[in-house]
C-alpha cells in the first residue's frame, strides 16, 4: 500500500510536468502491478463482508414479516456503499497511473489507453449479459459482486474516455486504426465498441465531426443514435450532418434525435422549421417529444397547437432564415391554459403515447389502506394479514381497489388505435423472466385492444391474483417484463424491430425488498445503460411514503426515462 501510493504521488508528478521516459514506462508498470495486487487482495476479502450484511438484511426481513422488527433495513445498503466508496477510491490510483499515460509525449500511449477501453468495453458488456441472464431475483441479493464489478467498469470506461478525449492524436488515430479495430470487435451482432468510441469522440469538440459522421449511416439503430448524441454533443453546427436523422426509417431513432434536441436545446435557427415540420405529423409519444424539442430550441412555452406554433414561426420567418434568430432575445409567448387533453391519464399523469405497458406491483403492500394517513393510524399486523376488517371503518380503499378503479377508468377511455398491456408484480412471475408466466403478464406476444373484451381480461386478471409475500418489489426485472412486452427486451433486435409500445405507468411502494439490485443508485444507472438504446417513458406511481430510498429509486427511473415522478399519498377521487 505505501509502495502504491509513493509511486503514484511521483507518477502523477511526471505526469503534470509532461515527462516521458524509459524509466517513467518502468514506473508505470510497476504501480500497475501494485494496483492489481491490491485488487485482487479487495475481492478476495469481498465474499465474507458481503455474506454478513446479506445474512443481517435477510434476519430483518423475516423479523418484518414476524411482526419483530428491531433492525433498520437500510443495513445493508449503508455497507454496500461503504463497499462501492473502497472500490472507488481503488480505480482512483489506476486514473493516476492512466493520467500518466494521458499526459505522455510517446504515440504509443494513444493506443495503450484505447484497448484498454476496448477490453474494459468488452467486459462490461459480458457482466450486463451475465446480470441480465441471472434470471432468478434471489439471486440478486446473496451476490452483488457482479453490480458492483460492472460499477467499477463503468468508472474504468469514464476515465479511459476522459483521458482518450485528452490526446492531441486521437481523431488521427480514430480514423487510421482506431475505428478498424471497433469494428472488427463488434464483428456482426454487437455494437458496444462502436459506441464506447464515439462515448470518446463526444468529448473531442469540433474537429471529431468527420470521425463522427460515417456512423450516421450505421445499419445499427444503436450506433445512429450514438453517433446522433455525439455529434450534437460536440458540434453546436450539426443541422446539416444530423437533420435527416428525423427521417429514420426506426422510431427509436427518431424519437432519440428529438429528445437529444431537447437536453442540448442547439441554437442553430435551422432546426426550428425542421422540428416544426416533424410535430405537425408526429403522433403519440414522437409527438410529445417534438413539443418538447421545439419549446427548447425556440424557448417558447406555447402548448400542444399545431397552428399557434406555424403562426409564431411565420412572424419570426426572416430571423429564423437569416440565421440571426436569438431565443435569449424573445420573450417567452405565454402557455395559457390550452394545454392538450389528448391521450391516457393514469393515477394524474397523462400520455399521448399509443402504446402502454401498466405495471403494476401486487405485493402484500396493496392489501394497506390508500389513505395514508389512516393507514397510519393501523399497524401492519392488521392490515397486511389480508382480513379487511378494517374497510368497515369508514368509506377507505385498499391500494388493490383503487388501482383496479383507476386501470378501468384509464382503459375506458383510450383512444381505438392505443394498444396495452398489463405486467403483476406478484409470486413467481420474476423465476425466471425469458419465460414469463401468461397468468401474470397480458399482451407479451400481442398488445391488448381497448375493446369491451380486453378490458375485461385486464380486470379479471387483477380480481384473480391475489396479492402476496413472495417477489416483493423487484423493480428492475418487472422493468425487463414490461421492455418484453413492449417489443424492446434484452433479446429484441432494435435495428429491425419496431417496438410495440414506448411508454410504461409503473406503480410501485418504491422501497427495494428484493431483486437484483440493492443500491437504488446502481440500479438507475443500469436502468439508463439499458433504456438508452430503447428510450422507454417511466412515468412512475409511488403509493407509500417509504423513505429517500424508495423515492430514490421511483424518481430516478422517470428522470432516467424522461418521464413523470408522482407522489400519490392519497387516492385519487372516484
Known amino acids: 500500500m505505501r509502495l502504491a501510493g509513493w509511486a503514484l504521488s511521483l507518477l502523477s508528478l511526471l505526469a503534470l510536468n509532461g515527462v516521458a521516459s524509459a524509466d517513467d514506462a518502468k514506473l508505470y508498470k510497476k504501480v500497475m502491478r501494485e494496483y492489481a495486487k491490491e485488487q485482487k487482495a479487495w475481492w478476495k476479502a469481498f465474499p465474507k463482508r458481503q455474506n454478513k450484511a446479506i445474512q443481517s438484511a435477510w434476519q430483518n426481513l423475516n423479523d418484518w414479516r414476524e411482526h419483530k422488527w428491531t433492525g433498520d433495513s437500510n443495513d445493508i445498503r449503508k455497507e454496500m456503499r461503504t463497499l462501492v466508496a473502497e472500490l472507488v477510491e481503488l480505480e482512483v490510483k489506476l486514473g493516476m497511473s492512466l493520467l500518466f499515460l494521458a499526459r505522455s509525449a510517446d504515440p504509443k ?57 485528452r490526446r492531441k492524436d486521437v481523431i488521427e488515430y480514430v480514423e487510421k486504426s482506431g475505428a478498424k479495430r471497433a469494428n472488427k470487435a463488434d464483428g456482426k451482432k454487437g455494437y458496444s465498441h462502436r459506441v464506447a468510441l464515439l462515448d470518446v469522440l463526444a468529448q473531442c469538440g469540433e474537429k471529431a465531426a468527420g470521425a463522427i459522421r460515417p456512423y450516421l449511416q450505421d445499419k445499427w439503430a444503436a450506433v445512429r443514435i450514438a453517433a446522433l448524441e455525439a455529434m450534437l454533443a460536440s458540434n453546436e453546427k450539426a443541422y446539416a450532418d444530423v437533420a435527416p436523422l428525423r427521417r429514420d426509417v426506426n422510431t427509436i431513432v427518431r424519437r432519440a434525435l428529438l429528445h437529444t434536441l431537447a437536453a442540448k436545446a442547439p441554437k442553430q435557427p435551422a432546426w426550428i422549421p425542421a422540428i416544426l415540420t416533424h410535430y405537425e405529423t408526429a403522433a403519440g409519444q414522437e409527438r410529445t417529444e417534438a413539443l418538447r424539442a421545439l419549446r427548447a430550441v425556440t424557448g417558447q412555452t406555447l402548448p400542444d397547437d399545431v397552428e399557434r406554433w406555424k403562426t409564431w414561426t411565420a412572424k419570426h420567418k426572416e430571423a429564423i432564415e437569416s440565421g440571426d434568430f436569438d431565443r435569449t432575445k424573445l420573450p417567452a409567448a405565454k402557455a395559457g391554459t390550452e394545454e392538450t387533453k389528448k391521450g391516457a391519464t393514469f393515477f394524474s399523469v397523462r400520455t399521448q403515447s399509443t402504446g402502454i405497458v401498466f405495471l403494476l406491483d401486487w405485493s402484500i403492500k396493496m392489501t394497506a389502506p390508500a389513505d395514508f394517513e389512516f393507514e397510519k393510524t393501523r399497524t401492519m399486523q392488521v392490515w397486511h394479514t389480508g382480513d379487511r376488517g378494517w374497510l368497515k371503518e369508514g368509506t377507505y380503499e385498499s391500494h388493490e381497489a383503487v388501482v383496479m378503479r383507476e386501470l378501468a377508468k384509464t382503459l375506458g377511455g383510450l383512444a381505438e388505435d392505443t394498444r396495452f398491456g ?27 385492444v381497448p375493446k369491451k373484451r380486453d378490458r375485461a381480461a385486464a380486470a379479471r386478471l387483477l380480481e384473480k391474483v391475489r396479492p402476496g409475500w413472495a417477489m416483493w418489489s ?51 444507472e443500469a436502468f439508463r445503460r439499458f433504456n438508452r438504446f430503447r428510450r422507454l417513458v417511466v412515468h412512475t406511481i409511488q403509493i407509500s411514503d417509504e423513505g429517500e430510498d424508495a423515492k430514490a429509486v421511483m424518481e430516478g427511473y422517470a428522470k432516467a426515462s424522461g418521464g413523470r415522478y408522482v407522489h400519490q399519498l392519497q387516492p385519487p377521487a372516484r
Not at 120 to 149: F, Y
Not at 423 to 448: F, H, I, S, T
Not at 494 to 513: C, I, M, Q, S, Y
Open 474 to 524: 423487484p423493480q428492475f426485472t418487472g422493468l425487463l417484463v414490461a421492455s418484453m412486452v413492449a417489443g424492446v427486451g434484452p433479446d429484441a433486435k432494435l435495428e429491425d424491430d419496431e417496438p410495440r409500445a414506448d411508454t410504461v405507468f409503473f406503480l410501485n411502494d418504491g422501497l427495494k425488498r428484493s431483486g437484483r439490485y440493492l443500491l437504488p443508485e446502481l440500479e438507475i
Open 109 to 165: 500511449a494513444t493506443d495503450l489507453l484505447f484497448r484498454a477501453l476496448m477490453d474494459t468495453t468488452e467486459r462490461a458488456a459480458a457482466l450486463d449479459r451475465d446480470i441480465l441472464e441471472s434470471r432468478s431475483v434471489q439471486l440478486g441479493w446473496h451476490d452483488q459482486a457482479p453490480i458492483l464489478k460492472r460499477a467499477v467498469l463503468a468508472v474504468q470506461a469514464s476515465r479511459l474516455r476522459d483521458f482518450l478525449s
Open 422 to 448: 398489463v405486467v403483476l408484480l406478484a409470486g413467481d412471475l420474476m423465476a425466471n423472466y425469458g419465460k414469463v408466466r401468461d397468468p401474470l403478464v397480458l399482451g407479451l406476444g400481442k398488445l391488448l
